[in-house]
């Protein structure tokens, strides 16, 4: 097997694997000022069907979304979700 034939497998086994992993998006939010945004922000994520999980820290405005495996939450959607909720999106940090 050539190098580069070797390469190319490893990095398809790669890409397979990284595309079914779930993504965790740390979003700084301002607005959110009491229980009722953090819920309402919560409530906003949990009708994606691309999330498993949010958790909206007050303390720090940040939103934590944690998508399904092979799933994501695009830059678009997620600014929309933030915004609809009544509320600005900062910043964005995938991890
Ligand atoms: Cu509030």
Redesign the pocket.
């Known amino acids: 097997m050539t190098a580069f034939k070797r390469l190319a497998i490893v990095l398809a086994v790669v890409c397979t694997a990284t595309a079914a992993q779930a993504e965790t998006i740390v979003a700084s939010v301002n607005g959110?000022?009491?229980?009722?945004?953090?819920i309402?922000i919560e409530n906003s994520f949990k009708r994606l069907p691309q999330v498993q999980e949010v958790k909206v820290d007050l303390g720090t405005k940040s939103v934590t979304v944690r998508t399904k495996d092979g799933q994501t939450v695009d830059d678009a959607r997620f600014t929309r979700t933030i915004t609809n909720a009544g509320y600005k999106l900062v910043s964005i940090f995938r991890q």
């Open positions: 959110m000022v009491c229980a009722l945004c953090v309402g």
